[in-house]
């Protein structure tokens, strides 16, 4: 029986291993092939031992019984929304606003804006065990069971260094490619067509039989930490950092995030992802720029739901993809 429970452990983290490869990384570590052989043989071994499957196990991903509805969350810390700008001069009031309350001029942390959903994942010990919609920001609704069918999601975080309790924030979406194959099945079965990625997405969310959701290729990029417990434990000084910390422990981030550090710099951002904005594999609707500095975030603080310290700074309207 040790030898079944090895080979359970090994299998377990073998697949792990790839998913995160393949997902965090963008870098496949095996052939898809490869890959299933080694599903295959951890789903026969789990069928024939189920007491032995492991909680991270891949095969985990997809729920049981659909549920009847969506349980209600209150976000341990409130969710909240993005300010927008539409020009340059209303990005430099932004700076100026922001420039004027801080001793040291700010550097931001700039990152496409996924038109997607924004939801929130606890980790608890690292093992994956919770995910909410945002909502209104204070109460979102309980979508565990979907979320888990995410295979860019990790479901036990790796390494080590993260705290006892740690929320991930970030975005739900489906990817460009994955939009186009579920809209093609349902035309083949004259179904209803999804007008857009986000619509999507959100459609997929919200189903209640999570083997559904699991059938849409959902991806997820993280975008910030939420809330970490205990609160006094040592965290990077910026919110770049913070990023690659999420990274390393197996959340992927876009790979267009990056630290731009005057004025200049952010607008050639700006202009860089607008005009790369079809070639990228999802769908954006602008960029996000933060001040990156934690202490400089902290000093700013938030206006009513918005943070001071950021802005979402948003592409011109695009024309209605006409289907
Ligand atoms: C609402 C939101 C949305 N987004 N999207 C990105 N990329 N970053 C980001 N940050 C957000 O809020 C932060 C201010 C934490």
Redesign the pocket.
């Known amino acids: 029986m040790q030898a079944i429970q090895d080979e359970i452990k090994q299998l377990t983290d073998q697949l792990n291993q790839h998913n995160y490869r393949y997902y965090v990384d963008d870098a496949p570590s095996i052939p898809d092939v490869e890959y299933d052989r080694l599903m295959r043989r951890l789903q026969a071994l789990e069928a024939e031992y189920p007491e032995l499957a492991l909680g991270d196990s891949p095969t985990q991903r997809v729920g049981g019984e659909a549920l009847s509805k969506f349980n209600q969350v209150t976000h341990l810390k409130p969710m909240?929304?993005?300010d927008n700008v539409f020009s340059e001069e209303e990005f430099n009031a932004f700076y100026k606003r922001v420039d004027d309350k801080l001793a040291e001029a700010p550097a931001f942390c700039c990152?496409?804006?996924?038109d997607g959903l924004?939801v929130s994942i606890l980790y608890r010990d690292g093992v994956f065990e919770r995910a909410a919609t945002r909502g209104d920001g204070t109460v979102g609704e309980d979508i565990t069971e979907n979320v888990r069918t995410i295979k860019s999601v990790p479901l036990r975080l790796r390494g080590s260094g993260f705290p006892p309790l740690l929320e991930v924030?970030g975005?739900v979406f489906m990817p460009k490619a994955a939009f186009e194959a579920v809209n093609d099945k349902a035309r083949a079965k004259g179904e209803k067509l999804f007008v857009n990625p986000r619509n999507a997405a959100a459609g997929s969310l919200r189903q209640l039989d999570s083997k559904i959701t699991a059938s849409r290729s959902l991806a997820f990029y993280a975008?910030?930490l939420g809330v970490v417990e205990p609160e006094t434990w040592p965290l990077a000084a910026s919110h770049f950092e913070q990023l690659m910390q999420l990274k390393e422990w197996g959340c992927p981030v876009s790979s267009e995030v990056k630290v731009c550090a005057d004025i200049p710099s952010v607008l050639a951002y700006y202009q860089d992802i607008l005009t790369r904005r079809s070639e990228l594999a999802y769908e954006i609707d602008g960029v996000?720029l933060?001040v990156n500095d934690i202490a400089q975030q902290q000093t700013l603080g938030f206006v009513a739901k918005a943070?001071r310290w950021?802005t979402a700074y948003k592409f011109p309207a695009q024309e209605e993809i006409t289907l």
């Not at 990152?111 to 996924?114: R, S």
């Open positions: 909240l929304s993005l990152e496409p804006k996924l924004a924030r975005e975008y910030a996000v933060k943070p950021a």
